[in-house]
């Protein structure tokens, strides 16, 4: 119905100003200029912060708290050392903490508590190493099947059935250190104590270096973190016992 008739009524569609709603180039720059600016500033002061915050503060990764000077304290995730690297980003399925039918959850020992039959001496030079043979309650109990069941689990991968350094992995590396053959002058002129020490420090290289306090880039775990005293000795008689003396 054409506008000006009495009914219905019709009103004029009202008139709006084109500058109420495009705003000018220059105003819509200088936002966007601001808003950088401002975002420049708070990333510059966060970056400060944080740099000051390394400075002065100290992170415990066994517990995951981070202290600033002596009046401030905060709590972090704690990223303890349990596996064969820093931080365990994929588990082994015969290292995991399972249950058995009906076990309930076990209860962690305190950090740093010695069991009653003793605590494992940490050593981090050859020679002392050297200076060790295998303890005589596991050379009297020691059973030939399962070390062989340990062998294959955790060092045939790499240095083969065979003990000669070429298991199924080598073919896929391109650059070493690679496997070492087990069944070399090498290992045999090494005594017992030396060859418990490669086992749990990561190999020749790996023990080297940790005895300076650098990391190795062997691709050989530090056993010590991944089995216990007496089934690294059990590895040492297994290997003694297949390449001889």
Not at 214 to 228: K, Y
Request: glycine share 10%; proline share 8%; aromatic share 6%.
């Amino acid at each position: 119905m054409p506008c000006g008739t009495p009914f219905p009524t019709c009103r004029s569609k009202p008139q709006t100003r084109v500058d109420t709603i495009v705003k000018p180039a220059t105003t819509l720059r200088g936002q966007i200029h601001r808003l950088l600016t401002l975002d420049i500033k708070r990333w510059t002061l966060l970056g400060i912060v944080m740099a000051l915050g390394v400075g002065v503060a100290c992170y415990d990764s066994d517990v995951g708290e981070i202290t600033v000077g002596d009046s401030l304290r905060m709590e972090a995730p704690a990223i303890t050392r349990t596996g064969s690297t820093p931080i365990q980003l994929f588990t082994e399925m015969h290292y995991q903490p399972s249950y058995r039918v009906q076990e309930g959850p076990r209860l962690l020992p305190p950090s740093q508590s010695v069991p009653v039959t003793g605590r494992e001496l940490r050593y981090s030079k050859q020679d002392e190493y050297g200076e060790l043979s295998v303890p005589e309650h596991l050379a009297q109990s020691y059973d030939p099947a399962q070390a062989e069941k340990l062998y294959t689990i955790n060092c045939a991968v790499c240095h083969a059935d065979n003990l000669r350094g070429d298991g199924p992995i080598r073919s896929f590396m391109t650059r070493g250190p690679f496997p070492a053959d087990l069944t070399a002058d090498a290992t045999r002129g090494s005594n017992d104590g030396e060859l418990f020490g490669f086992i749990s420090g990561g190999g020749r290289q790996g023990l080297a270096l940790s005895a300076i306090g650098r990391q190795s880039a062997s691709p050989m775990p530090e056993f010590r973190l991944l089995l216990s005293e007496g089934e690294r000795w059990a590895l040492v008689q297994y290997i003694r016992s297949t390449i001889g003396r």
